[in-house]
């Protein structure tokens, strides 16, 4: 069999356990797996391109043959351009399909050599992403178990700031009209 070198592109945004599921995953059966993180100028990310390299390379440290990259413009010349003949993406749900499938057969369109291959993560993790975990911990919930544990380190870290001045906010009202919030943060 042909010794295959995949990318996985994504925008890690932040990693959740369902990432590193699907990379550990991959890891097993490609021979090299680069995984390419997009620098989009578009989106404003919760986390610094550099932040999400960092997270990733300390995650995937003990898996050998996993390389953290970052990339802009098409991903289909990123992937000529690293020699990767295999593109991964994970499929959680029906509700993924869709847009994934669009997706390959653009990138088919436009470089059709390079073959998209689909694996499904962990059935727990079947309903996490990088969206509604940044929703959770936005919104100062827990998201143990969602992500890794230096990944929740690095949330509360960023949103530290954010949930201070959220009980500073509600000490305020408990003051102000008596009512106190029961819920305690986690
Ligand atoms: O994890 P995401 O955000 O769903 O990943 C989407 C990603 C990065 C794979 C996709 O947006 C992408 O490949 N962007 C690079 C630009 C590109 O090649 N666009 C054409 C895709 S058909």
Do not use: W
Request: glycine share 6%; proline share 5%.
């Amino acid at each position: 069999m042909n010794k295959v070198s995949a990318l996985y592109p994504g925008s890690f945004d932040p990693p959740t356990n369902g990432h590193l599921d699907l990379i550990e995953r991959g890891a097993k059966i490609f021979e090299e797996l680069v995984v390419g993180i997009l620098r989009n100028s578009e989106k404003s990310p919760m986390f610094s391109l550099a932040e999400r390299l960092e997270m990733l390379k300390v995650l995937t440290a003990h898996l050998k043959n996993v390389r953290i990259e970052a990339f802009h413009g098409l991903m289909v010349e990123y992937a000529k351009s690293i020699d990767a003949t295999c593109v991964l993406r994970g499929i959680r749900a029906v509700s993924d399909y869709e847009y994934e499938l669009q997706m390959a057969l653009m990138n088919r369109k436009l470089e059709p050599t390079l073959e998209t291959v689909f694996m499904m993560p962990a059935d727990k993790y079947s309903y996490v992403s990088s969206r509604l975990v940044r929703e959770v911990a936005q919104a100062g919930g827990p998201v143990k178990g969602l992500v890794p544990e230096f990944v929740e380190q690095k949330l509360r870290a960023k949103l530290e700031p954010a949930y201070k001045f959220h009980d500073e906010m509600q000490e305020e009202v408990a003051r102000t009209t008596g009512v106190r919030e029961k819920r305690k943060r986690k």
